[in-house]
C-alpha cells in the first residue's frame, strides 16, 4: 500500500462541512417512502449533464440485482445522469422478479430524468430475500423529484441501515488554477469484509476525467482503501462503489500525463479512506477503530494478507474489546495470514507499548499496553523486518452489542 499519502503536505482542504452535492452539477435528495417503517429510505443523486462515471462491485457470487443494472448501465458508455438508492430491501436473492424490479427502478428514474435508461444506476440495501415493495418505490421516485436541491444531507440519511451515523468527506483542490471539489457519501456497519464490505459508497466530484481513467483510479483507491476493511468477516451481495464526474471544474482533462495528477489522486484517495475507516469505526457494536499497520513486508501483497488477518481476526478483535493484551492472538493471525513468513523476526506493538521483538516476548508494562486498547482508535504495528513495503488495514473490535444488533435483525 505505500506510505498514506496527504499525511505530510496535502495538496487539499478538508471541509468540515462534508456534503455529496457540493461539486458543481449535482443535486441529491432523500425521502420516507415506506419501505423502512420510519427512518428515510430512498434517495438519488442527479448530475445535469452526462457524467464520466465508474464502479466496483461486490465479489459475492450472489450479486444482487441493482448491481446487474448498475453494470448493464456503465457497460453502454461509462456514463450517468443519476443513480437510485433505497435502504431497507436489498432486492438480492429475489429472482428474476427483482431484476425486473431493479429494471423498474431504473426506468422510473430515467422517466422522471428524461434521459436514456443506461444513464442511471441503481443501488439497494437492506434485508436480503425479500421483495422490494415497487408501488412505494415507483411513487417514491416521483415524490424524490421536487426534493432535490443543491445542498442536501438527506441522501446521507436515506442510504443507511444499521449504521449509528451518516459518512461524508469533502475536500477542495485546485487543478490548473481552478476549484475542483470530490465530495463522498458512504453506508456500511455490518456483514464487512474485502472485498469489499456491506457497504455503498457515492462520489462526486466536478473534475473533468473521462471515465476509462476514472475506473482505473477507482479499482486502485478501492484496493487500498475500501478492501483494506472489515467488521465481521461476512461479504455482502449488495456492495458498490460509484463515482461521477460531472466536468464542471472546466480544466484540461485529468490522465496520468497531466502535471497535477497525483495532487488529483492524493485527494481522491484521502476521500475513500477516510470513508472506508468510518465504515470500520461505524461496526455494529464497535466501540473502537481498530488499524494494523504492517511495516517491513517483502512485498504489498504480503503486507496487505497480513494486515487483513490480524483485523479480521475474531480473537483480535474480542481482546481489543476487553483491553486484554494478548499478543499471541496477533501473531496467530500473522501466521496464518501469510503461511509462507519466516516467523522468527517480527516486532509487534500495542500503540507506542512494544510486546514482542524478534518473534521473542518482551517485558512490559500491562497498564500501559491495556490503556493503548482503550483508546478510542487502537494501532496494532507489526514490522516483519524483511523488506520495505507496508499496508494498512481498518477494522473495529468485536461486542455483546454485535451479537445482539443481529440477531434480531430482520425484526
Known amino acids: 500500500m505505500g506510505k498514506e499519502l496527504g499525511v505530510l503536505e496535502p495538496a487539499f482542504t478538508i471541509k468540515e462541512q462534508a456534503c455529496i452535492t457540493s461539486p458543481k452539477g449535482f443535486k ?64 438480492a436473492c429475489t429472482g428474476q422478479q427483482g431484476v425486473m ?33 415497487m408501488e412505494k418505490v415507483t411513487q417514491g421516485i416521483e415524490e424524490l423529484m421536487p426534493t432535490l436541491k443543491e445542498r442536501d444531507t438527506s441522501f446521507a440519511e436515506a442510504i443507511l441501515t444499521t449504521d449509528t451515523c451518516t459518512k461524508q468527506v469533502e475536500v477542495t483542490l485546485e487543478i490548473e488554477g481552478k476549484p475542483v471539489t470530490i465530495a463522498g457519501v458512504a453506508k456500511g456497519s455490518g456483514m464487512i469484509k474485502p472485498n469489499m464490505a456491506t457497504m455503498l459508497a457515492f462520489v462526486t466530484t466536478d473534475a473533468v476525467i473521462e471515465s476509462e481513467i476514472l475506473q482505473s483510479l477507482l479499482w486502485k483507491t478501492t484496493d487500498e482503501t475500501f478492501n483494506m476493511i472489515t467488521v465481521d468477516g461476512d461479504t455482502s451481495t449488495n456492495d458498490m462503489v460509484l463515482v461521477m464526474a ?27 479512506r477516510e470513508l472506508a475507516k468510518m465504515i470500520a469505526r461505524d461496526g455494529e457494536g464497535a466501540t473502537r477503530l481498530v488499524e494494523v499497520v504492517v ?88 514490522h516483519l523486518n524483511r523488506g520495505h513495503a507496508t499496508a494498512t488495514a481498518w477494522g473495529c473490535d468485536l461486542t455483546y452489542e454485535y451479537v445482539r444488533i443481529n440477531a434480531s435483525y430482520r425484526t
Open 28 to 91: 441529491a435528495a432523500g425521502i420516507h417512502a415506506g419501505i423502512k417503517r420510519k427512518r428515510l429510505d430512498l434517495g438519488a443523486i442527479v448530475c445535469e449533464v452526462d457524467a464520466s462515471a465508474a464502479a466496483v462491485y461486490t465479489v459475492n457470487a450472489f450479486q444482487a440485482a441493482p448491481i446487474k443494472v448498475t453494470q448493464d448501465s456503465l457497460g453502454v458508455a461509462g456514463k450517468l445522469r443519476g443513480v437510485v438508492v433505497n435502504s431497507g430491501n436489498a432486492n
Open 101 to 133: 424490479d431493479a429494471y423498474a427502478m431504473r426506468a422510473k428514474l430515467a422517466e422522471q430524468l428524461g434521459c436514456p435508461a443506461h444513464l442511471v444506476a441503481v443501488a439497494s440495501t437492506g434485508v436480503i430475500g425479500v421483495m422490494m415493495p
Open 246 to 272: 460531472s466536468g464542471k471544474a472546466a480544466h484540461a482533462p485529468l490522465d496520468m500525463q497531466h502535471a497535477e495528477w497525483a495532487k488529483f489522486q492524493q485527494a481522491f484517495q484521502y476521500v475513500c
Open 295 to 382: 511495516e517491513g513486508a517483502d512485498h504489498e501483497q504480503e503486507a496487505q494478507k497480513i494486515a487483513k488477518a490480524v483485523v479480521g481476526s475474531s480473537l483480535v478483535k474480542t481482546a481489543v474489546f476487553g483491553a486484554d493484551p494478548n499478543w499471541g492472538r496477533i501473531l496467530c493471525a500473522v501466521g496464518y495470514g501469510a503461511p509462507s513468513l519466516r516467523p522468527e523476526s517480527i516486532d509487534v506493538y500495542l500503540g507506542q507499548v512494544k510486546v514482542v521483538e524478534g518473534s521473542v516476548p518482551l517485558p512490559f508494562d500491562e497498564e500501559k499496553a491495556q490503556v493503548e486498547l482503550k483508546q478510542e482508535k487502537v494501532v496494532i504495528r507489526l
